[in-house]
T-cell receptor, first 112, second 115 residues
Framework: DAKTTQPTSMDCAEGRAANLPCNHSTISGNEYVYWYRQIHSQGPQYIIHGLKNNETNEMASLIITEDRKSSTLILPHATLRDTAVYYCIVRARIQGAQKLVFGQGTRLTINP | DTEVTQTPKHLVMGMTNKKSLKCEQHMGHRAMYWYKQKAKKPPELMFVYSYEKLSINESVPSRFSPECPNSSLLNLHLHALQPEDSALYLC??????????????FGPGTRLTVT
């Protein structure tokens, strides 16, 4: 699986868009980009995933660059409840169970 | 129902005790996972069950013994643990097969303290 690099921490003001970058320069053609987050003392929560097209769901948007070497998770109107560690994971879609390898992630703090 | 439940929420055990952690899901998922998370570290995969059979063991010490009695339940049996095994133990589940929805759903975890 390709390695990912994320900033250790970020701050964002409540109500503003939070943009979380992720570098995955060694990503291969069949690997997807997944985002999970972990709010303090809870289990990780799936946010979104994509292959090469931009994706949007009720939680967030995922923008993947054309060369697929980096991506950005966008929380359009951040709230205090979005304070969490955000993990960017690159993983091939295989038939069997997925082995998620979590990196250190980005600790996002939403400030009032 | 998109919930994975884990019991107990907290567990304190001595090094000579035997205890079990339990995980349950009713989403029809056929893959179930155990992760271990030390303080201020990311989760690390321990075991994966696919169709109730152990498919991945990440070289976990034998004092941790997983069990998948049926497609909805996953247990982790603990015996002769060490203080360094104190951690948050997370259970997760996901679909298998040709499904396009492969994301993992995590439970809230069991916080284990070994004294």
């Amino acid at each position: 699986d390709a390695k990912t690099t994320q900033p250790t921490s970020m701050d964002c003001a409540e109500g503003r868009a939070a943009n979380l970058p992720c570098n995955h320069s060694t990503i291969s053609g069949n690997e997807y980009v997944y985002w999970y987050r972990q709010i303090h003392s809870q289990g990780p929560q799936y946010i979104i995933h994509g292959l090469k097209n931009n994706e949007t769901n009720e939680m967030a948007s995922l923008i993947i660059t054309e060369d697929r070497k980096s991506s950005t998770l966008i929380l359009p109107h951040a709230t205090l409840r979005d304070t969490a560690v955000y993990y960017c994971i690159v993983r091939a879609r295989i038939q069997g169970a997925q082995k998620l390898v979590f990196g250190q992630g980005t600790r996002l703090t939403i400030n009032p | 129902d998109t919930e994975v439940t884990q019991t107990p929420k907290h567990l304190v055990m001595g090094m000579t005790n035997k205890k079990s952690l339990k995980c349950e899901q009713h989403m029809g998922h056929r893959a179930m996972y155990w992760y271990k998370q030390k303080a201020k570290k990311p989760p690390e995969l321990m075991f994966v069950y696919s169709y109730e059979k152990l498919s991945i063991n990440e070289s976990v010490p034998s004092r941790f013994s997983p069990e998948c009695p049926n497609s909805s339940l996953l247990n982790l049996h603990l015996h002769a643990l060490q203080p360094e095994d104190s951690a948050l133990y997370l259970c997760a589940s996901s679909q298998l097969g040709r499904s396009i929805r492969r994301e993992q759903y995590f439970g809230p975890g069991t916080r284990l303290t070994v004294t």
